[in-house]
T-cell receptor, first 115, second 112 residues
């Protein structure tokens, strides 16, 4: 009964490189969320996806960031041309998709360090 | 705009010393208040969901309560293993989104 899986757990990139973060939701969950946690700050919502659809991307920067959740395979958060300010912990969460019991369960996170 | 404020920022307790953490919120229409526990270097672990004022939920030494403006997480006779950051989050009725708005957390340290 695996929980939400994220990989890699740690990622180091140099400024200008691309970062790809992957998230596999819990079994039976069709909704995926990405959050970012900066040092000394709370978790901030970035994007909410269902299979092949972006439902809410109001928290995602307009440039360099993109997300997808294809029909097959994990959800991907992609950051192009990374800058030092992108260094943070990125968490993925999933939920089953029904309204009342729509608790979000989080993965262990990917810690991105930009040199 | 939705807001979540948690207090205190940090709390140090002796083992067995009960206390409460506070989460004040402002939303247009509450569609769930969530409590999570986060250990260093790990993802948030789901604890409770509360939906309406007057609702209470318990799990071991933790009890969460909800009013129209705030929620409390009561910790009874805490143990060192209860040391963690406790996060509160809300979800409101804004459109089709299920996004959570988080507070900055309360860092709890329980000393033996």
């Amino acid at each position: 009964n695996a929980g939400v899986m994220q990989n890699p757990r740690h990622l180091v990139r140099r400024r200008g490189q691309e970062a790809r973060l992957r998230c596999s939701p819990m079994k039976g969950h069709s909704h995926v969320y990405w959050y970012r946690q900066l040092p000394e700050e709370g978790l901030k919502f970035m994007v909410y996806l269902q299979k092949e659809n972006i439902i809410d991307e109001s928290g995602m920067p307009k440039e360099r960031f993109s997300a997808e959740f294809p029909k097959e395979g994990p959800s991907i958060l992609r950051i192009q041309q990374v800058v030092r300010g992108d260094s943070a912990a990125y968490f993925c969460a999933s939920s089953p998709g029904t309204d009342r019991s729509n608790e979000q369960f989080f993965g262990p996170g990917t810690r991105l360090t930009v040199l | 705009e939705d807001q979540v404020t948690q207090s205190p920022e940090a709390l140090r307790l002796q083992e067995g010393e009960s206390s409460s953490l506070n989460c004040s919120y402002t939303v247009s229409g509450l569609r769930g208040l969530f409590w999570y526990r986060q250990d260093p270097g790990k993802g948030p672990e789901f604890l409770f969901t509360l939906y309406s004022a007057g609702e209470e939920k318990e799990k071991e030494r933790l009890k969460a309560t909800l009013t129209k403006k705030e929620s409390f997480l009561h910790i009874t006779a805490p143990k060192p293993e209860d040391s963690a950051t406790y996060l509160c989050a809300v979800r409101d009725y804004g459109g089709a989104t299920n996004k959570l708005i988080f507070g900055t957390g309360t860092l709890l340290a329980v000393q033996p």
